[in-house]
């Protein structure tokens, strides 16, 4: 069973700053991973899809790696802005969309 | 395409009363997720179809719960008799090619058991 871990479970940062999420996952037999964001009370946002054959994938101040031999991903969000305050969600494609528990992040004016 | 569409957008329910909640998946797209989302278990899978064809139902909590698919353009979840533990937001999303294309999500139902 697929299993998919997001670190930290939070974050609070100042205006300007690089933000760093993560996320793991223990089979690596994977289609693709696909990062969202979710506002308060919203639905779920697609931000980023990465195949299984990409390292890397950008869209604006957003950037995703991944590493699938080591079963990682990681979405960085360059110079934050208090409207990237949300939580961001990782979802593994496997046979199913298998999601972590989000990290939530706070970016302070 | 106006995206994925659920309705009712929000449902307050008497325990024990049954409740139907609707996903129109985005034409096209060939496989379709029901979530539910709470605090303390974040985003679970109950069931997913591909080609109107249940595939994985192993995240449907109980036999009180039941999703169809009649068709590609139109499923439902339902839960009878519902109980307060159901109280979630459920969230219906589908998905085009599998290893290719993005996976769109629906506003959610917000559902309350009472």
């Known amino acids: 069973k697929q299993e998919v871990t997001q670190i930290p479970a939070a974050l609070s940062v100042p205006e300007g700053e690089n933000l760093v999420l993560n996320c793991s996952f223990t089979?690596?037999?994977?289609?693709?991973l696909q990062w969202f964001r979710q506002d308060p009370g919203k639905g779920l946002t697609s931000l980023l899809l990465i195949q299984s054959s990409q390292r890397e994938q950008t869209s604006g101040r957003l950037n995703a790696s991944l590493d699938k031999s080591s079963g990682r991903s990681t979405l960085y969000i360059a110079a934050s802005q208090p409207g990237d305050s949300a939580t961001y969600l990782c979802?593994?494609?496997?046979?199913?969309?298998?999601f972590g528990a989000g990290t939530t992040v706070t970016v302070r004016a | 395409d106006a995206g994925v569409i659920q309705s009712p957008r929000h449902e307050v329910t008497e325990m024990g009363q049954e409740v139907t909640l609707r996903c129109k998946p985005i034409?096209?797209?060939?496989?379709l997720f029901w979530y539910r989302q709470t605090m303390m278990r974040g985003l679970e899978l109950l069931i997913y179809f591909n080609n109107n064809v249940p595939i994985d139902d192993s995240g449907m909590p109980e036999d009180r719960f039941s999703a169809k698919m009649p068709n590609a353009s139109f499923s439902t979840l339902k839960i009878q008799p519902s109980e307060p533990r159901d109280s979630a937001v459920y969230f219906c999303?589908?998905?085009?090619?599998?290893?290719?294309?993005?996976?769109?999500f629906g506003q959610g139902t917000r559902l309350t058991v009472v």
């Open positions: 089979d690596s037999a994977i289609y693709n």
């Open positions: 979802a593994v494609n496997d046979y199913k969309l298998s």
């Open positions: 034409s096209g797209h060939d496989y």
């Open positions: 999303a589908s998905l085009g090619d599998r290893d290719r294309t993005e996976a769109f």
